[in-house]
């Protein structure tokens, strides 16, 4: 039996002090904190869902992060991969959740999530059958491409949100550029690890700014219980053909990220290839919580890839310290006065924060790509698939001679698109084409 120590950190199942390991998980909860909550705050504010909804939304989207990570932690049956892998609220169906939440209503898009969450847990347990169909180009242009989509999304919010009628006004612009500018300073000068915590700081003074501003709302907080548990069902569910199918595209696109993760996850972390099991649990656990997230009136959940950059950076990969983590992440969500103040935050803060982390996730797209070489087949796969997919979708008139299907899933999403672009092409393309190496 391994003796209890600080250095086990950096063995996967190596005991670790309590009071060690705990600084080392909550790194974790503070490098995916806003990134978790920011899914739920873009969409709550397209679809106009009142701030009590949000704030609850909040806390259950912490909750369902920590139970998340627990499982891909210590695997339940096929459910979880066994690795340190830290979930979150996913980015990739805010595009999506905004497009169906603003024309069918909330209730439709997650009755999507549950039963897209539900085929994709299937697809998971049988993983090693199609895996080959989604290779490392085909996951790096969707990556880039969801973060081309979002950049609208940050740029909305840095302006004042949404359908704001003083869109655009001195005071919201302010707010976005301190913020911004906030967390390019902190990013610059912070030494270490404490770099991860950039749009964590930037978060704080723009928030402490936009108070000053009259764009802070608090007045919840002296309503709100001490303690509560997040509403089962809280919307009624709808179920709408056109928008499950749309959902269910991107629960793939969500899956290939998880095999992106993962992989990267076992190489950098553990020195080794993944296991086929460890890509099976993964995707697995992707899909049922996220069916269960739903449950509870939440966004799916996914793989937090700045978690798998901060193993790559500290080397820190065992379970039980980022177990605490998770623990942290269910605490903190059972306690509505932290969801009010989150729900709080103002849309020009959330922007400033959120443009740095989309243009992050275009990057690591584009670094994806790199990676993958610039082959003939593999420039033809990305740039055909995204010229298609952004171009198209920046002209949805392109699409008024296909059936009502068809327009919901791809005139307004781009990811979508650009996911069904590349396995199409890379299907069809030979293997090896004239003037590869």
């Known amino acids: 039996?391994?003796?209890?120590?600080?250095?086990?950190?950096?063995?996967?199942?190596?005991?670790?002090?309590?009071?060690?390991?705990?600084?080392?998980?909550?790194?974790?909860?503070?490098?995916?904190?806003?990134?978790?909550?920011?899914?739920?705050?873009?969409?709550?504010?397209?679809?106009?869902?009142?701030?009590?909804?949000?704030?609850?939304?909040?806390?259950?989207?912490?909750?369902?992060?920590?139970?998340?990570t627990l499982i891909q932690l210590y695997p339940v049956w096929r459910v979880g991969s066994g690795l340190p892998i830290v979930m979150g609220i996913s980015f990739t169906f805010v595009s999506i959740f905004c497009v169906i939440g603003s024309k069918f209503g909330y209730g439709t898009a997650i009755g999507a999530a549950l039963v897209g969450g539900i085929l994709e847990g299937v697809l998971g347990l049988c993983a090693k059958y199609w895996r080959r169909f989604i290779p490392p180009i085909v996951a790096a242009t969707v990556v880039a491409a969801i973060g081309f989509s979002l950049l609208g999304?940050?740029?909305?919010?840095?302006?004042?949100?949404?359908?704001?009628?003083?869109?655009?006004?001195?005071?919201y612009i302010t707010v976005g550029a301190i913020t911004l500018a906030s967390c390019l300073a902190?990013?610059?000068?912070?030494?270490?690890?404490?770099?991860?915590?950039?749009?964590?700081?930037?978060?704080?003074?723009?928030?402490?700014?936009?108070?000053?501003?009259?764009?802070?709302?608090?007045?919840?907080?002296?309503?709100?219980?001490?303690?509560?548990?997040?509403?089962?069902?809280?919307?009624?569910?709808?179920?709408?053909?056109?928008?499950?199918?749309?959902?269910?595209?991107?629960?793939?696109?969500?899956?290939?990220?998880?095999?992106?993760?993962?992989?990267?996850?076992?190489?950098?972390?553990?020195?080794?290839?993944?296991?086929?099991?460890?890509?099976?649990?993964?995707?697995?656990?992707?899909?049922?919580?996220?069916?269960?997230s739903s449950l509870f009136g939440c966004m799916p959940i996914t793989s937090f890839s700045q978690n798998v950059g901060l193993i790559a950076m500290t080397k820190v990969v065992n379970r039980f310290a980022i177990m605490t983590g998770a623990v942290i992440m269910i605490m903190a969500g059972l306690f509505p006065a932290l969801g009010v103040i989150l729900a709080s935050l103002p849309e020009p803060v959330l922007g400033g924060c959120t443009l740095?982390?989309?243009?992050?996730?275009?990057?690591?797209g584009v670094q994806m790509i790199a990676s993958c070489g610039y082959s003939q087949r593999n420039v033809i796969i990305a740039s055909l698939a995204m010229s298609i997919g952004l171009g198209f979708t920046q002209t949805p008139a392109i699409f008024?001679?296909?059936?009502?299907?068809?327009?919901?899933?791809?005139?307004?999403?781009?990811?979508?698109?650009?996911?069904?672009?590349?396995?199409?092409?890379?299907?069809?393309?030979p293997e090896r084409m004239e003037g590869d190496n």
């Open 1 to 68: 039996m391994s003796k209890e120590s600080v250095d086990n950190i950096y063995q996967l199942d190596g005991k670790v002090p309590i009071g060690k390991a705990i600084p080392f998980g909550l790194q974790h909860v503070l490098a995916m904190f806003v990134a978790n909550i920011a899914p739920i705050l873009i969409v709550a504010g397209v679809v106009k869902m009142p701030l009590e909804a949000s704030a609850a939304l909040i806390q259950t989207a912490m909750i369902i992060a920590g139970v998340g």
């Open 153 to 171: 999304i940050g740029a909305n919010s840095f302006g004042g949100g949404f359908g704001n009628p003083n869109f655009g006004d001195a005071k």
């Open 186 to 292: 902190f990013n610059i000068f912070a030494k270490s690890f404490y770099r991860q915590l950039s749009v964590l700081f930037g978060l704080v003074v723009g928030y402490i700014v936009a108070f000053f501003f009259g764009l802070v709302d608090l007045s919840r907080l002296a309503t709100v219980d001490l303690i509560s548990i997040p509403k089962f069902m809280p919307y009624e569910m709808q179920f709408q053909p056109g928008a499950i199918f749309a959902v269910f595209l991107i629960f793939l696109v969500s899956a290939s990220e998880t095999i992106g993760d993962t992989s990267a996850m076992t190489a950098i972390g553990l020195n080794r290839e993944v296991k086929e099991e460890e890509i099976s649990g993964s995707i697995t656990c992707d899909g049922i919580v996220s069916s269960i």
């Open 356 to 364: 740095m982390m989309f243009g992050s996730i275009v990057v690591s």
């Open 400 to 429: 008024k001679i296909f059936p009502d299907l068809v327009r919901n899933v791809f005139a307004e999403n781009c990811v979508a698109v650009v996911f069904i672009v590349a396995v199409v092409l890379n299907l069809i393309l």
